[in-house]
């Protein structure tokens, strides 16, 4: 009976994993200057890229879904022709939507944080942008949570109360696009400075870790700022929890930058893939960090020494004691390499293999069936080209998939190839656009002209006369510009703006201290 059973198993899988003659790996728009940002794998067990035709600041980006043998199903394309828009990251929710963060000059020249929802026919629900005028900021990086919403990880968006500019900050939207709660974090350790974030992880109690980098200040005369691989933890509502600085105490000696963190399986230590840094002589390894769940570093494991240039950028647990990850060391960017690697938790190298000839480190997911995934970008000919390869636990090419999957089975439709414009992105503006606990809308604000010149007109739904209402205006940055005290039975006011500079405003109607509705207004002259 057992043999039987065996057998028949057998029959099952060897149509799944025959192999095809032709090595696992794909390369998009080869006949364009295209490199990819980021791609995940879909419920599907096909592939979503996310990338950029040209230089940094494209006019549109696209998106691709692909098969499991990575054959493109469908693309996107994502801009509009009088902007610069940029995806940096994408996430995938429990109902095939997907949410993309990144940047857009749509309404201002500098670029601003912009993050879009696609439902899961790949149609844009939602889109929002934290309107900064003369700030250089951007969203780039994003998690979808288990509630439907996402968390995105924004920076550079303004400034706190005290003077000091938000350069890190995470931002949660409920799925129907409310932005739910933002946290800043301004770090009350006065050595340090700059912290920038390069990837964004849920943890198994719902909160957050940022790995990154930051500037943090020697503790010797004459006390110069060196970049130290940084990591921050909230819960799951963004408030702080801790923040580790490797090598803090360690001066100009030892330097880095972290990249991604991972939680082993056991669910007890956290490791981050870093770039570690030596100032004497000066040279650089990829490396590993074990830090325990309150941010304790216990250990620093290097993969390679002496080499001048080297970094550790992604890893994920295979098992509970391997991590596969992207590696790359060299003694010049002329001769540099790129390599998937499997290592062990002290660092040690198990078996690598060479991806690429590049200076571009790959991005890796482990994919459904515990196969290894890697996509990065080469750059020969004055062009980007984007690849995408497949591995098995030895590093070889793994073989292609000939079962027939079904795709995109959460769309009651196929998914046409087209183009999403970005032609109607609501504008958040401050704190003032974050939903109150308790909220009663009777009726909506109107206000006109919008753009305004030299006057607006503002009309309100009545409210309870025993309460006089209260209409607030307040500017960009959440500074609040008038107050006005609406006369009872009142529904419309003429306000004079002429003196008001250029930008955008909200204008809040409030009843015996509610929120009753706001709208958003410009002036424009």
Not at 114 to 129: A, M, P, T
Not at 187 to 211: C, E, R, W
Not at 230 to 251: A, R
Not at 302 to 313: E, M
Request: glycine share 8%.
């Amino acid at each position: 009976m057992r043999f039987w059973i065996i057998y028949i198993l057998l029959l099952v899988i060897q149509p799944i994993t025959a192999i095809c003659q032709s090595r696992w790996t794909n390369i998009y728009y080869g006949e364009k200057n295209a490199a990819a940002d980021y791609f995940i794998e879909s419920y599907d067990y096909g592939y979503l890229i996310i990338g950029r035709h040209g230089g940094s600041y494209p006019h549109f980006d696209w998106l691709i879904k692909t098969d499991i043998n990575g054959q493109i199903l469908w693309e996107k394309t994502i801009g509009e022709p009088n902007s610069y828009t940029a995806f940096a990251c994408l996430a995938n929710g429990l109902n095939g939507e997907l949410y993309l963060s990144g940047s857009t000059t749509f309404y201002d020249d500098m670029q601003d944080p912009i993050i879009i929802k696609l439902d899961s026919c790949g149609e844009k629900q939602w889109c929002r942008v934290f309107y900064t005028p003369g700030n250089m900021d951007y969203a780039n990086q994003v998690q979808a949570t288990d509630d439907g919403g996402c968390v995105v990880v924004l920076m550079y968006t303004g400034y706190d109360p005290s003077g000091n500019i938000d350069r890190l900050c995470l931002a949660k939207f409920s799925g129907e696009g409310e932005l739910l709660w933002k946290q800043c974090y301004n770090s009350t350790d006065t050595s340090l400075q700059h912290p920038d974030a390069d990837q964004l992880y849920m943890t198994n109690d719902k909160g957050f870790i940022v790995s990154g980098i930051c500037h943090y200040e020697n503790p010797d005369p004459p006390h110069i700022l060196y970049n130290k691989p940084y990591f921050l933890k909230t819960d799951s509502l963004g408030n702080f929890q801790w923040e580790t600085v490797v090598f803090k105490d360690i001066g100009a000696a030892e330097r880095g930058h972290g990249w991604t963190t991972t939680l082993n399986p056991s669910g007890n230590y956290y490791y981050s893939s870093i770039s570690h840094y030596y100032y004497n002589p000066y040279s650089s390894s990829p490396a590993l960090v074990k830090m325990d769940l309150d941010g304790d570093v216990l250990g620093v494991y290097d993969l390679v020494n002496g080499y001048t240039y080297g970094g550790l950028a992604w890893s994920q647990f295979i098992s509970d004691t391997v991590l596969a990850a992207s590696a790359g060391w060299c003694n010049d960017l002329d001769s540099a390499r790129q390599y998937a690697v499997l290592i062990d938790t002290l660092g040690n190298i198990i078996n690598s293999t060479l991806l690429s000839s590049d200076i571009y480190g790959p991005k890796l997911q482990v994919a459904y069936d515990q196969k290894l995934v890697y996509m990065y970008n080469t750059y020969q000919n004055n062009q980007f080209d984007v690849y995408l390869t497949k591995l098995n636990y030895e590093l070889e090419d793994d073989t292609l998939y000939t079962y027939p999957f079904q795709y995109d089975t959460l769309c009651p439709y196929p998914i046409a190839s087209d183009t999403i414009v970005l032609d109607d992105c609501e504008l958040i503006v401050g704190m003032e656009e974050v939903k109150p606990e308790k909220e009663d809308k009777n009726g909506e604000i109107i206000i006109y002209p919008n753009p305004a010149q030299n006057f607006i007109n503002i009309e309100y739904p009545i409210t309870n006369d025993e309460c006089r209402s209260i209409i607030s205006i307040y500017d960009i940055f959440g500074r609040k510009v008038k107050e006005i005290k609406v006369p009872k039975g009142q529904q419309q006011l003429k306000v004079d703006v002429s003196n008001w500079h250029n930008g955008l405003y909200i204008a809040v109607l409030r009843n015996n201290n509610k929120i009753i509705t706001k709208q958003k207004f410009m002036v424009l002259r």
